[in-house]
């Protein structure tokens, strides 16, 4: 087996970056894919909520996945770092965006101010301003 790297992610759903070739009629033809975990900051079935997760890759795929727009994009947003040896998720996702608008609403966020109860069909919501 091959050098592998880490993909650490503080999104909250799993993501599979999928690369494309186009046929001469401009279908889309998928000639890559890669799969890298999610669930920060959602319960897992043991009732962990991690701050981070990590998924191993084989070397070779990083730099076809750097090239996926989706993958560029979270990376640039502080979504997605890697790294060439294995570290604890959460340590790593200290530093990392956390600010995923996909996650559940926790307690906590109805202290900040971006996060309003709304009051809607009788009952009280949660909802967040536009950014």
Partial sequence: MGKTVHVF????????????DFSPEGIPIP?????????????????ITPLGVGTEIPEEHLARLEKNPDFQRHKRNGFILVRDRRND???????MNARDLSKPLTP???LEKEVDAVVSGGKQVMSREAA
């Fill in 108 to 110: 906590a966020d109805y």
């Fill in 9 to 20: 992610s503080t999104l909250a759903n799993d993501q599979n970056y999928t690369n494309y």
């Fill in 31 to 47: 000639n890559f894919k890669c799969f890298i975990k999610g669930g920060a900051g959602v319960a897992n079935d043991r009732l």
């Fill in 89 to 95: 998720p959460d340590k790593i996702a200290t530093d």
